[in-house]
């Protein structure tokens, strides 16, 4: 499985540039395919939902040029498709599975049109009975009401009261509004029952209007598209930033100091989900706003407040506001959110799942969630499930500023924000991080344990995680050679680090783990990829505020490759001899030099040759002999080095 780590978080500030829209960038791209004339369309989003568009239009005989820096020339067709028989696959992206259905039910050709499974599980029967009112020919090849559909040539009856269901999804009003002028004459819709997320109807209204058809309004009840609407090019199109993006942001600004500005949306939006910073604004965040930025920052008090909010109007964005209910100071509850059922994953038992697993009380309904934080989070070792659903990976990037966290299948922000994460890195200040690697006895658990004490941060011997887990696998009975079951032991481990105390099970094993034997054992299980692995997380669950001292042999280059600080500590093997040497004896137990000496080598051998994480100088971390070098002057350099890099 594919996943990401983030570490625990202790700030966010700086800028942001937003990504295009997603919801503005596929209008305009269907508008400009239906326009007469051609367009330029800058600022695009660049995401799956955009390319599955761009491939449908390119199917259907639309001329689409990339010019490049996001910007696509769009040569219009006046309305009529050139080719008239196509199948469209249309992944899992809604937006663009809408508005073509509805488009191309009154285009006159003949065409499928099919999704991802999820996607077929979304509904679409409400957009279908419309359509069939006019006159079209809409099959649902599956089950009535959900895609794949079929669509055939059929003698359109323009003209007269459309009606459509508004309260599952504003999209299929919003395919309707964009589809009906292609009939050149007066067509009312009429909306049934209480329309949902109406902002997505203003920016569907609006981007019409750009490209000159004028929709007359009557409430959120009725809508005229008059006779003689014909779409035409209004030239060049900018898109703005995407709004629901923007709110990840906005709420890192808010639970980590901030000021985190988004530029690319501000006042001047057409996208009803700019006003999640209203919603953040009543949790108690500073929020400011100009023409196209806002900006966001941690209440005075420092602690966001628990708040009751209806979000009919920022259905996606409200999703954000679950995760920075994490860091506020009572419960949230989130009302009127039914169509989080039916999105991408059913958004409501997910989010529900996910934040249990990081402690919280959350309770769930038909059309709402309530969190309740309960102290410190927690970080689940199977990791953050993200359902093929890129906000659950956006949101929960947030709680990072709890606990080190790990995200699994990041990559579904590619549906709207493919950098996602690397934009979350260049804004977010991580736990600091003090990386010492080396060989056997070159005293790094010495040094980075007088280091974490004098800084006051925390300490990680990486070794005693493979020691334990040696010990772990003999007292089981389990060879160590046994690659599955060891990193199964690895896995379990029931291990308890406090001061000089380690204890498994509840037993004190800080002896233990200490033996030649065990020292050997650890080396070979050391050296086993699946024991590596099931041990990477747990390691980096150590990296706590205020900071980690870890030492090991793949800390600076594996676990944590982003350390501010890192150390190659050695010292010759006769001087290691010595020192291991002169511990034994201290601690009254039976040693000989010559065979601590063989012991080394070996295992700098095993160590430096095994071909996972292997112990190497990375090119990135400072040298430091300490063959000659005493224990406090060793500290001091490792001191220097981190306060340089601070
Ligand atoms: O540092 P130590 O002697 O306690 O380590 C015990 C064994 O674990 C040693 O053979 C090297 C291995 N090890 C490793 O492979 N990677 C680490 N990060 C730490 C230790």
Not at 252 to 273: E, F, M, N, T
Not at 364 to 378: N, T
Request: glycine letters at 10%; proline letters at 5%.
């Amino acid at each position: 499985m594919d996943y990401i780590d983030l570490p625990e978080l202790l700030s966010a500030q700086g800028m942001v540039r937003l990504p295009g829209s997603k919801s503005i960038s596929n209008r305009v791209l269907l508008l400009a395919a239906l326009a007469e004339g051609v367009t330029e369309v800058r600022d695009l989003l660049e995401s799956d939902d955009t390319a599955r568009m761009l491939e449908a239009l390119a199917v259907l005989g639309v001329g689409v040029e990339a010019l490049g820096d996001h910007a696509y020339r769009v040569s219009g067709i006046g309305g009529d498709f050139p080719v008239k028989q196509a199948s469209l696959f249309l992944g899992n992206a809604g937006t663009a599975f809408r508005s073509l259905t509805a488009t191309l039910a009154l285009a006159g050709g003949h065409y499928t049109l099919t999704g991802i499974p999820r996607m077929h599980e979304r509904p679409i029967g409400d957009l279908v009975d419309a359509l069939r009112q006019v006159g079209a020919d809409v099959t649902c090849l599956e089950k009535e009401g959900f895609p794949p559909l079929e669509i055939r040539p059929a003698e359109i009856r323009p003209g007269g009261v459309v009606k459509i269901r508004g309260d599952v999804s504003s999209q299929f009003l919003t395919g309707l509004l964009m589809a009906l002028p292609l009939t050149g004459v007066e067509a009312t819709i009429e909306v049934v029952g209480e329309l949902i997320s109406k902002p997505y109807i203003e920016i569907t209204l609006a981007t019409m209007a750009r490209f000159g058809v004028q929709v007359v309004r009557d409430g959120w009840q009725r809508f005229v598209v008059p006779a003689g609407s014909v779409y035409r090019s209004p030239g060049v199109v900018y898109v703005e930033g995407d709004a629901s993006s923007a709110s990840y942001f906005l709420a890192l600004g808010a639970i980590g100091k901030g000021p985190l500005r988004v530029k690319g949306v501000g006042r001047d939006s057409i996208q009803g989900d700019v006003r999640f910073a209203e919603a953040l604004a009543l949790m108690g965040a500073r929020v400011e706003m100009g023409p196209n930025w806002i900006e966001a920052s941690a209440p005075v008090s420092g602690a966001l407040k628990g708040v009751e909010l209806d979000c009919n109007h920022i259905p996606d964005a409200a999703m954000t506001l679950a995760t920075a209910a994490l860091f506020a100071d009572g419960p949230t509850t989130l009302k009127n959110i039914a169509s989080w059922r039916v999105k991408e994953t059913d958004r409501i038992a997910a989010m529900a799942n996910e934040l249990r697993k990081l402690g919280a009380d959350v309770e769930e309904g038909a059309d709402y969630i309530r969190i309740a934080p309960r102290g410190a989070l927690l970080s689940p070792v199977c990791g953050i499930d993200t359902y093929d659903d890129h906000r659950m990976a956006m949101c929960f990037s947030l709680a990072s500023f709890g606990a080190p966290l790990r995200v699994n299948e990041p990559g579904c922000v590619a549906k709207t924000f493919p950098d996602y994460f690397e934009r979350f890195a260049g804004v977010t200040q991580p736990v600091p991080v003090i990386a010492i690697d080396g060989p056997s006895a070159s005293g790094k658990g010495t040094i980075a344990a007088r280091v974490a004490s004098v800084l006051g941060w925390h300490f990680l011997d990486s070794g005693a995680l493979y020691r334990l887990t040696a010990l772990a696998a003999q007292r089981a009975g389990v060879a160590w050679s046994d690659e599955a079951a060891v990193a199964g032991i690895a896995a379990g481990l029931d291990v308890e680090f406090s001061g000089d105390s380690i204890r498994m099970g509840g037993e004190e094993v800080g002896e233990a783990i200490r033996t030649e034997e065990i020292s050997s054992g650890a080396s070979l299980v050391a050296a086993l990829p699946a024991v590596r692995a099931a041990l990477l997380f747990r390691q980096r669950m150590f990296r706590r505020a205020p900071g980690l001292v870890a030492d090991g042999r793949d800390m600076g280059s594996v676990v944590f490759p982003d350390a501010g600080t890192k150390i190659f500590l050695t010292a010759s093997v006769e001087v290691r001899a010595k020192r291991r040497y002169k511990q034994l004896i201290d601690k009254g137990m039976p040693a000989n030099i010559e065979p601590i000496l063989l012991d080394l080598r070996a295992r700098d051998e095993r160590d430096s040759q095994r071909s996972v994480a292997p112990l190497q100088q990375s090119a990135d971390a400072n040298l430091l002999d300490t063959s000659d070098l005493s224990i406090e002057n060793t500290v001091e350099r490792v001191l220097a080095w981190s306060k340089m890099a601070s």
